[in-house]
């Protein structure tokens, strides 16, 4: 699989045999189903491309159960049902998805890596020449360093 995140790692994948998603009680859509362990996902297999339009993906921290029927039946919960047929070896796929959706629970929830945080470099300082002094007796600013205030007349 081509769109797995940083840290995610294929489990299982049905191949070419493929599974029927039942997406309603007359429509089944045929695609592949994979596990990961962070999610399980079904592409719609296309008629002309690899994949269709169908897209499911379940994180494994949503799902809260998993039954295994006969027939390579899997029905699972994540908020809703999802039942998918012809699932080759159903059983071993019910066991595994447990199995990562117990492990998932432990794990620590994915983050993206964050840029350092650099602070700003401080402003370049003001040449020498531009940088302007204050009278010492009435606050006056001095410019060109003058021996003299030339507001008060004291002498710098």
Same mark, same amino acid.
């Given at each position: ?12 994948? %049905? ?48 799902? %809260? ?39 998932? @629970? %432990? ?25 302007? @002094?204050?009278? %010492? ?17 004291? @002498?710098?």
């Amino acid at each position: 699989m081509k769109d797995l995140q940083p840290g995610e790692t294929l489990i299982k994948k %049905t191949g070419l045999l493929g599974v029927g998603w039942k997406k309603s009680w007359i429509n089944i859509t045929n695609g592949e189903l994979a596990l990961t362990n962070r999610r399980l996902i079904f592409h719609e297999l296309g008629e002309y491309t690899k994949y269709g339009t169908e897209r499911l993906e379940l994180s494994l921290r949503d799902i %809260t159960s998993v039954n295994k029927e006969s027939r390579g039946t899997l029905k699972i919960n994540a908020g809703q049902k999802y039942i998918f047929y012809g699932a080759w070896n159903a059983k071993q796929w019910g066991d595994l998805i447990n199995s990562a959706v117990r492990a998932s @629970r %432990t794990a620590p929830v994915y983050a993206p890596p964050q840029p350092a945080y650099h602070p700003p470099p401080p402003p370049p300082a003001a040449p020498a020449a531009q940088r302007s @002094r204050f009278c %010492t007796e009435c606050g006056s600013p001095l410019v060109d360093n003058p021996k003299f205030c030339g507001s008060c007349g004291k @002498r710098l």
